[in-house]
């Protein structure tokens, strides 16, 4: 089955600063999310990106589905940023998560 | 809010007992997931229905695990005679099939599953 790498596993970060989240995936994908799993365990989308780029805010994603890998960009980080974030691909139907990084942003 | 909902949120039983948990996916989605997340890990995939049919189930999903989505609408999931190693998050998630491939999904809350 198709394998999700997710870098750093863990991030201690000092607020305003910016940070890359990897996601690297070992198969050709349909579907790739990145989510934001909050303190009390609610996955959040934060962006629907099987290829290209997207930017919400200051958030933005990179897919290069040929190279099989995804960024996640955070600018100007903020204490409420903490929390885990998930990469999940899916050939069809069902996802498989990456294991996640843990990202901790200090006032 | 029409977001996926889960019930209970949270659930504490003794080992050998039933449960089951109630998703309501958002309303004109057709396809719903439930997935099961551990301490940390990733959610893992358990089962997926498109309407009523339940096309998919893991391996994780014993012989003690059954769900339905009896009118294609919400879900239950039952887990019978639990033991500790049951204890995790359980999440739903559901989308809506359009075209070939796309399938974003949206997660509800989860129920948190401690067995004692």
């Known amino acids: 089955g198709i394998q999700v790498e997710q870098s750093p596993p863990d991030l201690i970060l000092q607020e305003g600063a910016n940070s890359t989240l990897r996601c690297n995936f070992s198969?050709?994908?349909?579907?790739l999310q990145w989510f934001h799993q909050n303190p009390w365990g609610q996955l959040i989308n934060l962006f629907y990106i099987p290829s290209g780029t997207k930017q919400n805010g200051r958030l933005s994603a990179t897919t290069v589905a040929t190279e099989r890998y995804s960024l996640l960009y955070i600018s100007s980080s903020q204490t409420t940023d903490s929390g885990v974030y998930f990469c999940a691909v899916s050939g069809t139907y069902k996802y498989i998560f990456g294991t996640g990084t843990r990202l901790k942003v200090l006032a | 809010d029409t977001g996926v909902s889960q019930n209970p949120r949270h659930k504490i039983t003794k080992r050998g007992q039933n449960v089951t948990f109630r998703c309501d996916p958002i309303?004109?989605?057709?396809?719903l997931y439930w997935y099961r997340q551990t301490l940390g890990q990733g959610p893992e995939f358990l089962t997926y229905?498109?309407?009523?049919?339940?096309?998919?189930k893991s391996r994780l999903l014993s012989d003690r695990f059954s769900a339905e989505r009896p009118k294609g609408s919400f879900s239950t999931l039952e887990i019978q005679r639990t033991e500790q190693g049951d204890s995790a998050m359980y999440l739903c998630?559901?989308?809506?099939?359009?075209?070939?491939?796309?399938?974003?999904?949206?997660f509800g809350p989860g129920t948190r599953l401690t067995v004692l």
């Open positions: 229905f498109q309407n009523e049919a339940q096309l998919e």
């Open positions: 309303s004109e989605h057709n396809r």
């Open positions: 998630a559901s989308s809506l099939k359009e075209g070939a491939s796309y399938n974003e999904q949206f």
């Open positions: 198969d050709s994908v349909n579907n």
